[in-house]
C-alpha cells in the first residue's frame, strides 16, 4: 500500500505555471510508477501522465503533452508536475496515483488537488 499526498492547486489565469507535488511513502517504492490524473467539473477522470519510479522516460496525454512535464526526487520520494501554458480545459481536480509494478490497476490514490484556470 502507498500514501500519498498532494500539494499545490490554485487559482490562476490561462497561460500560467503551476507544479503540483504528490509526496509519497511505501516500502520498495522503486517498483511502484505514479500518475497523474485529472477530473474537470462534469468529466470523467483522465489520464494525465505517468512516471516509473526505477527510471525511464515519462509518458503523457496528448492534451498535455509539451506542456506539462513530470519529473521526480528520489530523495524525497515525492513525484512533480509541472504544468505551463495553462488553459481553461486543465481545469479540475488533480490525483496523484500509484500502481505495483506489472500491474494494470492503480490502487492508491490521493485525495486530490483542485487547479481553476480562468479564461
Known amino acids: 500500500q502507498v500514501q500519498l499526498v498532494e500539494s499545490g492547486g490554485g487559482f490562476l489565469q490561462a497561460g500560467g505555471s503551476l507544479r503540483l507535488s504528490c509526496s509519497a511513502s511505501a516500502r520498495s517504492f522503486s517498483l511502484y510508477t505514479l500518475g497523474w490524473f485529472r477530473q474537470g467539473p462534469g468529466k470523467e477522470r483522465e489520464f494525465v501522465g505517468a512516471?516509473?519510479?526505477?527510471?525511464?522516460?515519462?509518458v503523457y496525454a496528448d492534451s498535455v503533452k509539451g506542456r506539462f512535464t513530470i519529473s521526480r526526487d528520489k530523495y524525497k520520494t515525492t513525484v512533480y508536475l509541472q504544468m505551463n501554458s495553462l488553459k481553461s480545459e486543465d481545469t479540475g481536480v488533480y490525483y496523484c496515483?500509484?500502481?505495483?509494478?506489472?500491474?494494470?490497476?492503480?490502487?492508491?490514490w490521493g485525495q486530490g488537488t483542485q487547479v481553476t484556470v480562468s479564461p
Open positions: 496515483a500509484a500502481k505495483a509494478a506489472g500491474s494494470e490497476e492503480y490502487r492508491s
Open positions: 512516471l516509473a519510479w526505477r527510471g525511464g522516460a515519462p
